[in-house]
């Protein structure tokens, strides 16, 4: 597999640096987790990976290109970024709002032939096809939450930075959405990096999975080759106490607390 995304060295924050010396690559097709405690620097890190908070040193590259030195413009070509709390304003419907995510490319008021196409496609791998003549302010927070997914989408950048992404979600719906992030991924030219809270969902449906502390990934785990035992020790670093089995109908890694 491809490289998709790159980051070297990237030291970032606000006055003090929060970010230090992080590094690491995920490849074309992949979902990465980031897992950390609070105060970690998770959200800063997908914030300085798109530019968003100032950089002292490091690169980030998609597929070969440095994209901090970019223009706000030419980066979203390349980084859709999905925060946790960005509101969508009454009175626009949910097409208007996915047409918003091809700004980067013109704008949803000047022709662009890969518009349409491209809020068809998202509508349909979200579900929300029988929503798009809908105002976005009448939406349930989760309906809300799949339509800023979407808008990631229809923008067509080859990296999804997403932060907490299935935090407005109930329970089936939250894996209902890693399943899809993790079917639009395997069709090829994508890859994602993820905030979580949940090192179980991580372990589910992530690889790679990085862990940080303190700003720094202190341990990168790859969940379909690290026994559980492996797995304990590193998340161990993050939660005390964490166990880590291997369900045996499933191979699957589940985690407990004590």
């Known amino acids: 597999m491809r490289t998709t995304l790159e980051v070297k060295d990237l030291c970032a924050g606000y006055q003090t640096p929060v970010v230090r010396?992080?590094?690491?690559?995920?490849?074309?097709?992949?979902?990465?987790?980031?897992?950390?405690?609070?105060?970690?620097?998770?959200?800063?890190?997908?914030?300085?990976?798109?530019?968003?908070?100032?950089?002292?040193?490091?690169?980030?590259l998609v597929k070969g290109q440095d994209c901090l030195p970019l223009s706000a413009k030419?980066?979203?070509?390349?980084?859709?970024?999905?925060r946790q709390q960005i509101?969508?304003?009454?009175?626009?419907?949910?097409?208007?709002?996915?047409?918003?995510?091809?700004?980067?490319?013109?704008?949803?008021?000047?022709?662009d032939p890969g518009a349409?196409?491209?809020?068809?496609?998202?509508?349909?791998?979200?579900?929300?096809?029988?929503?798009?003549?809908?105002d976005c302010a009448a939406l349930s927070q989760g309906q809300r939450q799949l339509v800023h997914l979407a808008r990631a989408m229809v923008q067509s950048a080859p990296v999804l930075l997403l932060d907490e992404p299935g935090s407005a979600l109930d329970f089936s719906n939250t894996h209902r959405l890693f399943r899809l992030l993790g079917e639009q991924l395997a069709r090829g030219g994508r890859c994602a990096a993820a905030v979580l809270h949940d090192p179980a969902l991580a372990l589910r449906y992530?690889?790679?999975?990085?862990?940080?502390?303190e700003g720094r990934i202190v341990e990168r785990l790859e969940?379909?080759?690290?026994?559980?035992p492996q797995t304990e020790r590193a998340l161990g670093l993050l939660y005390p106490g964490i166990r880590v089995k291997e369900d045996k109908e499933t191979g699957h890694l589940l985690c407990t607390i004590e």
């Open 74 to 82: 030419q980066r979203a070509r390349r980084l859709a970024l999905v």
């Open 206 to 213: 992530c690889s790679p999975v990085l862990l940080l502390k």
């Open 116 to 134: 349409k196409a491209a809020v068809a496609e998202a509508a349909r791998a979200f579900g929300l096809e029988e929503l798009l003549n809908a």
């Open 223 to 228: 969940p379909s080759t690290c026994t559980a």
């Open 21 to 60: 010396n992080v590094s690491f690559e995920i490849k074309e097709g992949q979902l990465a987790a980031i897992l950390g405690p609070n105060g970690a620097g998770k959200s800063t890190l997908l914030n300085a990976m798109a530019g968003g908070v100032r950089k002292t040193s490091g690169q980030v």
């Open 87 to 111: 509101p969508l304003l009454p009175g626009v419907r949910v097409a208007e709002a996915l047409e918003m995510g091809r700004y980067a490319w013109g704008g949803p008021l000047r022709a």
